[in-house]
């Protein structure tokens, strides 16, 4: 069980354009879902928390008109980067949390690539 | 300083070694504790979760917390090739803004050889 997924794993994008990462609990309902950035060698750094059918929130530093957050269900959270650069080519990953549960269940995490 | 420290390694040992791993905080609010392992271009497994000071165990893995010294460890028993990876400590507070937020440690890289 707790198992997330997340689509695409990888994925290659041209300076400019706009990419959505899909972020799914699979066999629970999670209230929050959570979106990490890694960059090589490095820990994750969480970029925002997302509750279901509420605006995300956003930490410090993190552009929330770049980096748009969606939770329309207790099962899917999506993240878009909007109007990429090469600088937010790295790795991305979502965690959820179940209703009651402390445990954050990570996706797979999605590569971005931005040429 | 860093909320949490943890040192990156790289931690080398030979197959069958009891592995030691360790992170230290300074955030009081911090009361549950948790391991991930990350295996090179995949997201962090979870390993351990505790809650209070003590000792648990799940079978080669145990974690230890300390809050009075505000450090907590991993300890791996008999250790596998296959637990090559990089361990990622992590911890969040009980309630308030900080509620459900993961702090995270460097990671340390461990390799296993046979």
């Given at each position: 069980?707790?198992?997330?997924?997340?689509?695409?794993?990888?994925?290659?994008?041209?300076?400019?354009t706009?990419v959505?990462?899909?972020?799914r609990?699979?066999?629970?309902?999670?209230?929050?879902?959570?979106?990490?950035?890694?960059?090589?060698?490095?820990?994750?750094?969480?970029?925002?928390?997302?509750?279901?059918?509420?605006?995300?929130?956003?930490e410090q530093?993190?552009e929330?008109?770049?980096?748009?957050?969606n939770?329309a269900?207790?099962?899917l959270?999506t993240?878009t980067?909007?109007?990429a650069?090469?600088?937010?080519?790295?790795?991305?990953?979502?965690?959820?949390?179940g209703?009651?549960g402390?445990?954050?269940?990570?996706?797979?995490?999605?590569r971005?690539?931005?040429? | 300083?860093?909320?949490?420290?943890?040192?990156p390694?790289?931690?080398?040992?030979?197959?069958?070694?009891?592995?030691?791993?360790?992170?230290?905080?300074?955030?009081s609010?911090?009361?549950?504790?948790?391991?991930?392992r990350?295996?090179?271009?995949?997201?962090?497994?979870?390993?351990?979760?505790?809650?209070?000071?003590g000792?648990?165990?799940?079978?080669?893995f145990?974690?230890?917390v300390?809050?009075?010294?505000?450090?907590?460890?991993?300890?791996?028993?008999?250790?596998?090739?296959?637990?090559?990876?990089?361990?990622?400590?992590?911890?969040?507070?009980?309630?308030?803004?900080?509620?459900?937020?993961?702090?995270?440690?460097?990671?340390?890289?461990?390799?296993?050889?046979?």
């Open positions: 069980g707790a198992v997330v997924s997340q689509h695409p794993s990888w994925v290659i994008c041209k300076s400019g706009s959505k990462i899909e972020c609990s699979l066999d629970f309902q999670a209230t929050t879902m959570f979106w990490y950035r890694q960059f090589p060698k490095q820990s994750l750094m969480l970029m925002a928390t997302s509750n279901e059918g509420s605006k995300a929130t956003y530093g993190v929330k008109d770049k980096f748009l957050i939770h269900s207790l099962t959270s993240l980067v909007t109007s650069h090469p600088e937010d080519s790295s790795f991305y990953i979502c965690s959820a949390e209703t009651g402390l445990e954050q269940y990570f996706g797979p995490g999605t971005l690539t931005v040429t | 300083q860093k909320e949490v420290e943890q040192d390694g790289p931690l080398s040992v030979p197959e069958g070694a009891i592995v030691s791993l360790n992170c230290t905080y300074s955030n609010a911090f009361q549950y504790f948790m391991w991930y990350q295996y090179s271009r995949k997201g962090p497994e979870l390993l351990m979760y505790t809650y209070s000071s000792n648990k165990e799940d079978g080669r145990t974690a230890q300390d809050k009075s010294s505000k450090y907590i460890s991993l300890f791996i028993r008999d250790s596998q090739p296959s637990d090559s990876a990089t361990y990622l400590c992590a911890m969040r507070g009980a309630g308030g803004t900080s509620y459900g937020k993961l702090t995270f440690g460097q990671g340390t890289i461990l390799t296993v050889h046979p």
